[in-house]
């Protein structure tokens, strides 16, 4: 079992930054392929981007080609935390954000965890 806690959400102007924070207890946290997925209002939960274990140290992160270039993945495994920085922030980005851990791809039904959700909202 995991436990997902996101936080950091919030209400930004166009072009501002934020970082949103993904806590994990409950399990070996380094092995554990972790994902952001969003969802606005009436949409359909979408892909943001991931971060999994390549090999014994190193990570492989995608992102979904709406973020690719603005959004970046990290994670430290000594605080069970993962990070989705968001630079250039444009008005639909707003969202419910949700981390999400177990997965290897880009379909929300592939993952095992999920937290709460954190609201996004950027205004132009």
């Known amino acids: 079992q995991v436990q997902l806690v996101e936080s950091g959400g919030g209400l930004v102007q166009a072009g501002d930054s934020l970082r949103l924070s993904c806590v994990a207890s409950g399990r070996t946290f380094s092995s554990v392929a972790m994902g952001w997925f969003r969802q606005a209002p009436g949409k359909e939960r979408e892909f943001v981007g991931s971060?999994?274990?390549?090999?014994?140290?190193?990570?492989?992160?995608d992102y979904a080609d709406s973020v690719k270039g603005r959004f970046t993945i990290s994670r430290n495994n000594a605080k069970n935390a993962v990070y989705l920085q968001m630079n250039s922030l444009k008005p639909e980005d707003t969202a419910v954000y949700y981390c999400?851990?177990?997965?290897?791809?880009?379909?929300?039904?592939?993952?095992?965890?999920w937290g709460q959700g954190t609201q996004v909202t950027v205004s132009s």
């Open positions: 971060h999994r274990p390549f090999d014994s140290w190193r990570y492989y992160a």
């Open positions: 999400a851990a177990g997965g290897y791809s880009s379909v929300p039904a592939d993952y095992d965890y």
